[in-house]
């Protein structure tokens, strides 16, 4: 009976960290949606600004204070400015993702957002040089496919904002590619955590600029619309906490169980955000639609079985 208790207990703490992944995963993604289609908040660039202020905040609060993870420091300017490139190109992945929430569904969204692998392994060739075996570029072709599956019976697209998704997407995997480059040495490794510490200050030094030139007076609009509705302040502040939320969820399922894991995870969350986003915003789908995103969630699954067993 003793011996049981602790096992019921990690059990009982894997599913909530798992349940907190996928809370937060979706939760942000589906509030973003609401905040910038829905409500009419039509600033996706001082969105991210919020966000990254969030993340910078918590983040040192969540290390130096709470100790969720063991506090790194730049040894180097040679890293300061590494972090900094980084730093740049997710702000662009997130800010495009942003913009490509206003005018797409959030179906369409996760399904052009799931050929990340397809963008991972091109960069990793670009960039590299590195070669991956002839099975892996195979499982990419039902991935590619099935967005242009998707992208021809998707009843809401939008030009401009698939644009936007692709940029995102592709931004989000070249970050991916250069982090591994750029922090590879021992000295210059960080954990997630730390990363995000460094690279979110970063970013809002980049996007407060951007915000207050492409979107102006963003700053007293805010203000106007929190005296009109109180319920926006609160949107705002509870969809930058979950932004964080969503860097920690990934850090600690990682950590206490597996990166495999945490890619079974990502691969379901997309079905999940699909679902409760046409039941929540009502959006059309067409079958085609839903049968390109489908063929694309199967490469994806496909193309991380060939990483495994070829590792």
């Known amino acids: 009976m003793g011996s049981k208790l602790p096992a019921m207990k990690g059990r009982l703490f894997t599913f909530g960290l798992i349940s907190s992944w996928y809370f937060s995963n979706i939760g942000v993604l589906l509030l973003n949606k609401y905040l910038l289609s829905n409500y009419g908040f039509k600033y996706p660039i001082f969105l991210t600004m919020c966000h990254m202020t969030a993340c910078a905040l918590l983040s040192y609060i969540g290390i130096a204070w709470l100790k969720l993870?063991?506090?790194?420091?730049?040894?180097?300017?040679?890293?300061?400015?590494?972090i900094a490139a980084l730093s740049v190109i997710f702000s662009t992945s997130?800010?495009?993702?942003?913009?490509?929430?206003?005018?797409?569904?959030?179906?369409f969204n996760q399904?052009?957002?799931?050929?990340?692998?397809?963008?991972?392994?091109?960069?990793?060739?670009?960039?590299?040089?590195k070669r991956e075996a002839w099975i892996t570029y195979a499982t990419l072709?039902?991935?590619?496919?099935?967005?242009?599956?998707?992208?021809?019976?998707?009843?809401s697209f939008h030009l401009y904002g698939f644009i936007m998704c692709i940029g995102a997407t592709a931004a989000r995997a070249l970050k991916s590619v250069l982090q591994g480059i750029l922090l590879s040495s021992e000295g210059e490794k960080l954990n997630s955590m730390n990363l995000l510490l460094y690279m979110a200050p970063i970013a809002v030094m980049v996007?407060?600029?951007?915000?207050?030139?492409m979107e102006p007076n963003v700053m007293s609009i805010c203000v106007a619309l929190t005296r009109q509705d109180k319920f926006m302040g609160f949107l705002l502040i509870v969809n930058s906490a979950m932004a964080y939320l969503v860097n920690l969820t990934n850090f600690l399922v990682t950590k206490h169980?597996?990166?495999?894991?945490?890619?079974?995870?990502?691969?379901?969350?997309?079905?999940?955000?699909?679902?409760v986003s046409i039941l929540l915003f009502r959006n059309p789908v067409s079958f085609i639609g839903m049968a390109g995103y489908?063929?694309?969630?199967f490469g994806v699954v496909l193309y991380g079985e060939s990483k495994r067993r070829l590792k």
Not at 111 to 129: D, E, I, Q, R
């Open 141 to 155: 072709v039902p991935v590619v496919a099935g967005v242009v599956i998707a992208s021809g019976g998707e009843p």
């Open 207 to 213: 996007l407060l600029p951007a915000a207050l030139i």
């Open 111 to 129: 399904a052009v957002g799931a050929t990340t692998p397809f963008f991972t392994a091109l960069f990793a060739y670009l960039v590299t040089f």
């Open 257 to 275: 169980t597996s990166a495999l894991t945490l890619q079974v995870l990502g691969n379901a969350k997309g079905a999940v955000a699909v679902v």
């Open 69 to 82: 993870a063991p506090m790194q420091t730049i040894r180097s300017r040679s890293q300061l400015v590494k």
């Open 294 to 297: 489908t063929l694309t969630v």
């Open 94 to 107: 997130v800010v495009g993702g942003n913009i490509s929430l206003r005018f797409l569904p959030v179906s």
